[in-house]
């Protein structure tokens, strides 16, 4: 044992000054360089996305995160690989052989697994036609939530309870962007019979307006909510539509404050919100 040790240890210290420094450079270099690429990517990406395409610059971001996330884990995947077979060739593996060996593996993948050469394709189809980026608010199949992360293959969807689901991009047949470009205002209230309609509409714009105008809720709002039309004639109410354009997202938060607003109006102008009522009558002998 002791024989074997003491030319063991000549070895090892033979093997370390001849490709220890070699590995060392092969891990130090991956690293700058992949952290250079990253750099790269981000300042390209800026620059390819032409400004004032898009509604807004939290929507040019979104657009750009998602190029700059998916681009950066595939050329990451490729620099680390490539680091991986010269680290193996200082070791004595021969590497030509694992290139080829991939390369039959690929194959046989790609006739094996369709499924996952469909996730791929489908994925860069997503991708190049902006369907819906990192951030997005999204609907697929009976699954809504964010998109907190996408890579070519599967899409990260958070639910708003926190249940996160990965969806494959290739079993992706419709996606509803609840939150591309800009999101709407989109009240329905039902008022009585007997409402004066042009003073409600009168008064559903000016409350929209001064949601507009107010400090904390303009910022959010593109087009201020507007009374659009009488909808339906109801049993016991005549339902009213409000619309208005907002940022992405916000449709929720406009929508609570609207309704808010108007309740309190309604109440000092005296218009009624009616509700279903049920009359007993009881008989005695």
Not at 30 to 41: D, Y
Not at 78 to 87: P, R, S
Not at 227 to 250: A, C, E, M, N, W
């Amino acid at each position: 044992m002791e024989d074997y040790f003491e030319t063991l240890v000549p070895d090892i210290q033979l093997w370390l000054q001849e490709h220890g420094l070699i590995v060392l450079g092969i891990i130090a270099g991956t690293w700058i360089l992949s952290k250079f690429m990253n750099s790269l990517i981000v300042r390209i990406t800026r620059k390819m996305i032409p400004r004032g395409s898009f509604v807004s610059d939290a929507e040019e971001k979104k657009r750009e995160d998602t190029l700059i996330k998916i681009s950066q884990n595939f050329f990451g995947i490729f620099i680390w690989v490539a680091a991986a077979l010269g680290i193996l060739h200082q070791f004595g593996v021969p590497v030509a052989p694992l290139i080829t060996g991939a390369g039959i593996i690929g194959v046989a993948i790609g006739f094996g697994s369709q499924s996952l050469v469909k996730d791929i394709i489908t994925g860069l189809f997503i991708i190049a036609e902006n369907q819906f980026r990192i951030g997005d608010f999204i609907c697929v199949d009976t699954y809504c939530g964010t998109v907190e992360d996408m890579t070519l293959r599967v899409t990260k969807l958070r639910q708003i309870d926190g249940t996160i689901h990965y969806i494959p991009n290739g079993e992706i047949k419709v996606a509803s962007n609840k939150s591309k470009d800009y999101s709407k205002v989109d009240l329905k209230i039902g008022v009585g019979y007997h409402t004066d309609f042009d003073k409600l509409e009168e008064i559903v714009n000016q409350v929209g307006q001064e949601l507009a105008e107010d400090e904390e809720f303009g910022i959010h709002i593109i087009e201020a909510p507007h009374f659009l039309r009488i909808d339906d004639f109801g049993d016991y109410s005549i339902q009213v539509h409000i619309s208005g354009k907002v940022y992405p997202k916000t449709q929720y938060l406009i929508n609570g404050e609207m309704r808010r607003r108007l309740k309190k109006i309604f109440d000092d102008y005296g218009i009624e919100i009616p509700y279903p009522t049920r009359v007993v009558h009881t008989t005695t002998d």
